[in-house]
């Protein structure tokens, strides 16, 4: 098994460069951002609850996101691996991670986080809000918000993994083929 999380802040291509990986590895994509959105489409009591953070740019609370990530992993058992996108956010999230795997006598094998600069990452999300459909990637200030939240919540996820030796970081600056070997060349020494 390949247990990889995708790691990186909002608008550094990880969505761009699963959707590569998994055709390459034969990976299952889970996004949580896109579980949301998608209970958010089908107006889900879940999705409903969610909304109201995803809108200001915060974090949906824990529990519901833990809950959320575990029972699509338990629909999905029978995988060569995982691509994690957008999860862990959170420490705790990623010690349930770790739990939820140790279960299934399996670990994550590595988080990569694509490397981009704060002003980058502004113009990309405003430039993706024009076609995307998303709210929270047409308003300045709630984009600013996810960075921030990314940066006093997020950033600590690497931290973690980095102490158990299982963290790297690579140029997310690039052209999606080029950024997508640097990413390869690390999944092929797993
Ligand atoms: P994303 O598609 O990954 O950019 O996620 C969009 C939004 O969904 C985020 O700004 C959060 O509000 C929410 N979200 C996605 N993943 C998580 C997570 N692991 N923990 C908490 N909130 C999340």
Redesign the pocket.
């Known amino acids: 098994m390949i247990n990889l999380i995708l790691f990186g802040p909002?608008g550094s291509g990880?969505?761009t460069q699963a959707a590569k990986l998994v055709e390459k590895y034969g990976l299952l994509h889970i996004?949580?951002?896109?579980l949301?959105?998608y209970e958010i489409g089908n107006k889900t009591p879940l999705g409903l609850e969610?909304k109201s953070?995803?809108d200001k740019?915060?974090?949906?609370p824990?529990e519901v996101?833990i809950g959320m990530l575990r029972n699509k992993v338990e629909a999905n058992p029978d995988v060569q691996g995982y691509i994690f996108?957008?999860?862990?956010?959170?420490t705790p999230?990623s010690e349930a991670l770790d739990k939820l795997l140790a279960e299934k006598e399996d670990t994550v094998s590595r988080l990569v986080m694509l490397s981009v600069p704060d002003e980058e990452i502004v113009k990309r999300l405003l430039l993706r809000g024009e076609t995307s459909g998303r709210a929270?990637d047409k308003n300045e200030s709630v984009i600013r918000n996810?960075i921030q939240v990314y940066k006093d919540n997020t950033t600590p996820v690497y931290d973690y993994y980095d102490a158990k030796s299982k963290a790297t970081s690579i140029d997310g600056i690039g052209g999606i083929e080029e950024i997508f070997e640097r990413l390869a060349t690390v999944i092929d020494t797993l």
């Open positions: 909002p990880k969505g996004s949580t951002g896109d949301f959105r969610a953070y995803i740019g915060a974090l949906v824990d996101t996108d957008g999860f862990p956010r959170t999230q929270d996810r």
